[in-house]
């Protein structure tokens, strides 16, 4: 079994707080995607976790074992550099075989692992290549396959393809993810990529200013954000966000948005009064799936007027003005005639969230 724990990490860069009170057990084969946007604390804390970065306080356990005094190379952790990072004068084999080599492996043992995960990466007949003479996808899967050689404990990978067109991007997460499953490691990823992690990870923690903000599965990141920051980092195009009131009458409440009411169930009113939402305070957060829309009139739906559309071939992303504000909508492709038609819209109330507009909380309310 390989265990990560991160109890209490805390890291400075002079004045600069990097990492705040971390506390985080990645379990023995899971994959972890570190997600986040730049500066936010992801990437030195893997480098905290191989022993790249020192710690000022907290502790770094590895199989129950604390390893924050104990040097990077007796970790039993490999890292994968965004970078490569491989030798340019050594062939692809040389490369692979060099981290079992400086722990003086036999030469049968070297050639067996070698042979193996070049065959598991598709780069057998790459062997006697040198980096120059490489793909862009080619060197990150020697990359890869120097860390897998010697089975570590863990693998840790920074933005391992963040360089890489996207094709290319696509068909390396399909071949980590292959590679996770087959090789049963422990394995956390760092990237600001959000489809990355989504498609990538077991569980995906959300960074922010050297905060964790949320710990979930990609379902629950994305169904269930825990706050306005996670809501909008998390799902592309970005969840709709804006200001609401509420007003109650002998049909059910109304969602006011920009001088429009959506009608939603009466629920609604008890639930925001149990969660203490505030008057003047409170945000409606919709995905645009959960944005409906007809061409005709029915009830429930307002007239609503189409701006700009985002044609995706599979779908469009639709932008609808609602009073003075905008809501973005998921519709079938050419399904809207085009900008400045009229349409009608309903927001699902079962994906509808609400936030506190002060502590960008959500207030956890299901409809």
């Known amino acids: 079994m390989t265990e990560i724990q991160l109890r209490n990490i805390d890291k400075h860069f002079g004045p600069v707080h990097v990492i705040r009170d971390i506390n985080l057990t990645v379990?023995?084969?899971e994959f972890v995607v570190l997600l986040g946007p730049s500066g936010c604390g992801k990437t030195t804390t893997l480098r905290a976790i191989a022993g790249l970065e020192d710690i000022d306080s907290g502790e770094i356990l590895i199989d129950g074992k604390a390893v924050q005094d104990v040097h990077a190379s007796e970790r039993d952790v490999a890292f994968v550099f965004q970078n490569y990072?491989?030798?340019p004068h050594l062939t692809v084999y040389e490369n692979m075989a060099f981290p079992l080599r400086?722990?003086?492996?036999?030469?049968?043992?070297?050639?067996r692992m070698v042979q193996s995960v070049a065959a598991s990466l598709g780069i057998s007949g790459l062997l006697n290549r040198r980096p120059s003479a490489l793909?862009?996808?080619?060197?990150?899967?020697v990359?890869?396959?120097r860390s897998l050689v010697r089975r570590?404990?863990?693998i840790l990978l920074d933005e391992p393809i963040g360089s890489l067109d996207a094709k290319l991007r696509e068909s390396m997460r399909v071949e980590l993810k292959r590679l996770h499953i087959e090789n049963g490691s422990t394995s956390i990823y760092v990237t600001h990529d959000q489809?990355?992690?989504?498609?990538?990870?077991?569980?995906i923690v959300v960074m922010h200013e050297g905060l964790l903000q949320q710990v979930g599965s990609p379902d629950e990141v994305y169904r269930y954000p825990?706050?306005?920051f996670v809501a909008q980092f998390v799902g592309s195009p970005i969840m709709n966000l804006a200001d609401v009131d509420i007003s109650e009458s002998a049909s059910g409440v109304g969602v006011n948005l920009g001088g429009t009411s959506f009608a939603f169930p009466p629920a609604l009113s008890g639930k925001l009064k149990e969660a203490g939402a505030q008057p003047g305070k409170l945000k409606l957060g919709v995905r645009p799936e959960g944005v409906l829309v007809s061409r005709d009139a029915q009830d429930g739906y307002v007239e609503v007027t189409v701006g700009i559309i985002e044609p995706l071939g599979s779908h469009d992303i639709v932008d609808l003005k609602v009073g003075d504000a905008v809501l973005r909508a998921r519709t079938k492709s050419a399904f809207v005639p085009g900008p400045g038609a009229t349409v009608w819209a309903r927001i699902d109330p079962a994906q509808a969230h609400f936030f506190d507009t002060t502590t960008g909380s959500s207030l956890g309310i299901r409809l």
Do not use: F
């Not at 036999?106 to 050639?111: G, P």
């Open 27 to 29: 379990k023995d084969q």
């Open 85 to 87: 990072a491989l030798y």
């Open 102 to 111: 400086a722990v003086r492996q036999s030469r049968a043992e070297v050639d």
């Open 135 to 141: 793909s862009g996808g080619d060197m990150q899967r």
């Open 143 to 145: 990359a890869i396959g």
């Open 152 to 154: 570590p404990k863990a």
């Open 195 to 203: 489809v990355e992690a989504m498609s990538l990870a077991d569980r």
């Open 226 to 228: 825990v706050n306005m």
